[in-house]
C-alpha cells in the first residue's frame, strides 16, 4: 500500500512539473528572459510556454518577438498582455498590436497589446500609429 502511495505522489510532481500553463508574473520581482531586465509594467508582460511546461516571461511583446526569431522552441501557447487591462494576458495569436509613438512601451518600440480590435482602434484614433494582427507584428519582427 505504501509503494502505491509513493508512486502516486511521485506521478503527481512530474505531471505538476509538465504542467503547460502559463504563470502569474511577479512585477518587480521576475526578470525578463530575453533582456533580463526586472519586468515592472503590468501594461506590458508576456510569456511563451513551451511544448515542455517551461515558461519564459518577458517585459514586453518586443523582446518576446526577438526572443521567437532566436529560438527554435516549440510553444504551445504565447500570451500578451491587454494594455487596456492590465496584469490580464491574451492570446497573442487573438490579439491585435499597435504601434504608436504616441505610447511608449519598456524596450522603446511602442508596441502595446490589446485583446480586441475594437480597443485598438479606439486606441489607435486617440494616439495615431499602425495596427496589427499577430502574423503581420511577427513578420516585422522577423529578422
Not at 35 to 49: R, W, Y
Not at 77 to 103: C, E, Q, R
Request: proline content about 3%; hydrophobic content about 35%; glycine content about 6%.
Amino acid at each position: 500500500m505504501r509503494i502505491i502511495t509513493i508512486f502516486c505522489l511521485l506521478f503527481t510532481v512530474v505531471l505538476g512539473a509538465c504542467s503547460q500553463s502559463t504563470k502569474p508574473i511577479e512585477y518587480g520581482k521576475d526578470n525578463c528572459h530575453y533582456c533580463q531586465m526586472k519586468i515592472m509594467d503590468p501594461k506590458f508582460g508576456t510569456e511563451a510556454v513551451t511544448k515542455k511546461g517551461r515558461v519564459y516571461k518577458f517585459d514586453s511583446s518586443e523582446c518576446l518577438l526577438r526572443y521567437l526569431n532566436d529560438s527554435d522552441q516549440e510553444h504551445s501557447h504565447i500570451v500578451v498582455t491587454d494594455f487596456a487591462s492590465p496584469k490580464t494576458f491574451v492570446g497573442a495569436d487573438s490579439a491585435w498590436f499597435l504601434v504608436s509613438k504616441n505610447m511608449p512601451s519598456p524596450m522603446g518600440g511602442f508596441l502595446n497589446a490589446f485583446s480586441d480590435k475594437g480597443t485598438a482602434e479606439k486606441f489607435k484614433n486617440e494616439k495615431g500609429g499602425d495596427l496589427h494582427d499577430w502574423s503581420s507584428i511577427k513578420s516585422a519582427y522577423d529578422r
